[in-house]
């Protein structure tokens, strides 16, 4: 797979404000300030389609790209930020879940996480929700060129071994690194495949 074209759609902060589209959506989920944006902007080779930001929990929509004019990259807002209101946060909760609940279109969700730290509870809640309806999901690392690569490795080893051990949905595990696009072929490939495959007519979200 190769990106050629990536335009920003347009953001919504409520349900009712999705694009109507038959088009596949890939999305992206993680926690504030573990390289979200930065990731998007790598993968689709654009400097500032994904908005980046110095303040963790500033996002608080969903904001929607067009890939090749064949897929939407959907950016969840970021989850687990403590400093902003209770009200916000719950806000955000049911905003990222109504979508992943409801969403028909959705291929594939890309589970972020900052390589050079364990994934909290709030990550693997998000993945044990991803497994509970039966979503098609990869774990990214994020920031891999912050450590050494034999850490990188034992930590996707770490995280494969769980994931093996629950029986989940997952599709795999990746480290990717924004500053050197490395782990970006594994990506695409593992988004292409996603995209490519058959939606299993069993599935909550057909």
């Given at each position: 797979m190769k990106i050629r074209t990536a335009d920003f759609i347009k953001s919504i902060a409520a349900l009712n404000q999705l694009p109507v589209s038959?088009?596949?959506e890939v999305a992206f989920l993680g926690r504030s300030n573990v390289g979200k944006s930065s990731l998007i902007n790598s993968v689709c080779n654009r400097k500032s389609l994904a908005k980046t930001s110095g303040q963790p929990g500033k996002t608080r929509v969903i904001n929607f790209y067009r890939i090749n004019e064949a897929i939407h990259f959907v950016d969840l807002p970021g989850y687990?930020?403590?400093k902003v209101p209770e009200k916000i946060r719950s806000g955000w909760k049911q905003l990222i879940e109504g979508y992943l609940k409801n969403c028909k279109n959705l291929k594939l969700g890309l589970v972020i996480t900052d390589a050079r730290h364990e994934p909290?509870?709030?990550d693997y809640a998000m993945i044990n929700w991803l497994d509970y309806y039966a979503i098609?999901?990869?774990v990214i690392l994020t920031k891999s060129d912050k450590m050494p690569r034999h850490q990188v490795q034992?930590?996707?080893a770490e995280i494969e071994k769980e994931m093996r051990q629950q029986g989940t949905y997952c599709q795999a595990v990746l480290s990717y690194s924004s500053f050197n696009n490395e782990g970006k072929p594994a990506l695409l490939s593992l988004i292409a495949s996603a995209v490519a495959s058959t939606t299993d007519t069993n599935s909550p979200n057909t």
């Open positions: 038959k088009l596949p687990g930020y403590a909290t509870q709030l098609p999901y990869g034992r930590r996707i």
